[in-house]
Every structure is written in C-alpha cells, then in structure tokens.
C-alpha cells in the first residue's frame, strides 16, 4: 500500500519562502514519477511541477523560475521549494505519485497520477 504523508505548508507574505515535503512508505521513490499539485477555492487542481525517475523536471509557466521540485531517493522524500511566493499561489497543494516515466507533456496531467497525499495548506498574503 503506496502512502504519501506530506508536512510543510502554512502561511507567508508575498515574497516570501516555503518549502513542501513528501514522505513515502510501502515503495521507493526512485521507480516512480512524482509531482506537486495545487487546488484554489472554486479552481480545478492543477499541476506544479513534476519529476521523473531519471530526475528530469518540468514545471507550469506560473512558477518556472520560482519553484524548485527535488527528491531525495535515500530518504524516500519529495520537496518543493517555493520562492518569491505571491498571493496567486495561495491554494492546497498536494503530492503525487505514479509508477513509471512519464512524458515531460503529460508530466502536469493529474488524471495520471495513482496515489496522492493528503494535502496542505499555503496562503500567501499581499
């Protein structure tokens, strides 16, 4: 059974840091692809950014540059770094994982994804 516990999150000024954490149990993450995801009140969930198991990431527009996503096989642990955080990144955010590469142009598709943590809040105040 794939678990996915997350812990991070809270609340920031515009400008501010946070970072995102994602801890496994029942797999090793090194033969999965994992992501970030995050959903507004009345928005859909949408993707972040997302790693392959051959490290290769991709991220949306709205937060290259800003956002850092990186794993760390050892510890069975998914991070996101997030810079420069503005009043738009204000939503739940939620890890993911799914067996196996995927192709960097569906790697933000959540529909693919198998297992999911159970969420955390970020608000980010102007």
């Known amino acids: 059974q794939v678990q996915l516990e997350q812990s991070g999150g809270g609340s920031v000024q515009a400008g501010g840091s946070l970072t995102l954490s994602c801890a496994s149990s029942?797999?090793?993450?090194?033969?999965?692809?994992l992501g970030w995801f995050r959903q507004a009140p009345g928005k859909e969930r949408e993707g972040v950014a997302a790693i392959n198991p051959d490290g290769s990431t991709t991220y949306a527009d709205s937060v290259k540059g800003r956002f850092t996503i990186s794993q760390d096989n050892a510890k069975n642990a998914l991070y996101l770094q997030m810079n420069s955080l503005k009043p738009e990144d204000t939503a739940m955010y939620y890890c993911a994982a799914t067996l196996g590469s995927l192709s960097p142009r569906v790697m933000l598709r959540r529909t693919l994804y198998n297992y999911w943590g159970q969420g955390t809040q970020v608000t980010v105040s102007s």
């Open positions: 029942g797999y090793s993450y090194s033969t999965y692809s």
